[in-house]
């Protein structure tokens, strides 16, 4: 069982950052696939950002490469998104997720373990 909780959201004018940080419970996070995820206002939620459970491996969406970065402390349990140069449509509930497998990063089905979402507006 894994508990996630994230922080760090709130408001930030367009051009700011914002860190994100996602801490969870449980003896078994080093072993888990994390993921972050956004859902706008009507619209379907969205990959943003994945990093192997070794931390060795990450990747983020194109439409937020060279802005966002992922990243995992496994000695605090935390998972952390690093959002720069945020704009306006980078407004959304971002939510951390955690999955079993090392494989279909962007497909939501494939995490078991999902937060209560913090808050990213951007005003510009």
Known sequence: QVQLVESGGGLVQAGGSLRLSCAASGRTFSSYT???????PGKEREFVAVISSSGRVT?????????????RDTAKNTVYLQMNSLKP????????????????????TTYNYWGQGTQV???S
């Not at 994390?34 to 706008?40: E, S, T, V």
């Not at 990747?59 to 060279?66: D, E, H, L, R, S």
């Not at 449509?89 to 939501?108: F, G, K, M, Q, R």
């Open 34 to 40: 994390m993921g972050w995820f956004r859902q706008a």
């Open 59 to 71: 990747y983020v969406t194109a439409a937020m490469k060279g802005r966002f970065t992922i990243s």
């Open 89 to 108: 449509e980078d407004t959304a509930v971002y939510y951390c997720a955690a999955s079993p497998i090392s494989t279909s990063w962007s497909d939501p």
């Open 121 to 123: 507006t951007v005003s």
